[in-house]
């Protein structure tokens, strides 16, 4: 079986999709989220190299409680598009044993590299980081032109998605930004719902362990009372909106 490179996995995942999950955590990233909390999974080289089927055996023992609770795995990252083969081998053998497979991904992919994988999705978890181009350039480093393709792309195939967006106070909370990012949604028919998360700073030492300068020092984590208001400008948009809790 094919070899990919993973970061960490974990065994009771509730955060990432349907149930308790088991969840792959791939190595390498595209991106570079100012608020990313595991800058760790950046770099491409690093990480541990694992068997799709190592992998396999591993979530078969967990299958009775993720069987029990709706659950499944999901393979997040990093980006986990960057190793196709291996996430397309690891999912195809989580379907054949009866698996739920959930995809967390930033959308950064050709649309080519993700028709591959897509036969053996149940559930794509997608973020949008930024509705306006140039505010998710800078945010990220690089475009949203792909994620926004992707939607379509699932979209064409009725493919079930949920739409992941952070909240950061001063940078994505923007009431204008939000409209338009929520009267977009409201015109989608394979979305099933959108997750808020609050930004936090859980991950901010692993920024000063990697030597790396943190760009948002100095910003706190938004009130319930603001998560409550920018969910409610969702929902009168008429798109289900949930705040979810930290991962």
Partial sequence: MSTGLIHSVESMGVHDGPGIRYVVFTQGCPLRCQYCHNPDTWMRKAGKRVEAGELLLRVLKCKPYMDSSGGGVTISGGEP?????????????CKEQGIHTAL????????EVFSSILPYIDLVLLDIKHIKEEKHRDLTGVSNERTLELISLLEKEKQPYWIRHVIVPGITDNRDD?????????????????????????????????????????????????????KGLFIKKGVSASIAVHG
């Fill in 81 to 93: 598009t960057l190793q196709p083969g291996f996430v397309r081998e690891l999912l195809k053998a």
């Fill in 104 to 111: 967390d991904t930033s959308g950064y992919v050709t649309p």
């Fill in 178 to 230: 939000l409209n338009q990012l929520a009267s977009y949604l409201s015109n989608l028919n394979g979305l099933e719902r959108v997750e808020l998360l609050p930004y936090h700073r859980l991950g901010v030492y692993k920024w000063q362990e990697l030597g790396y300068e943190y760009r948002l020092e100095g910003i706190e984590p938004p009130s319930r009372g603001q998560m409550q208001e920018i």
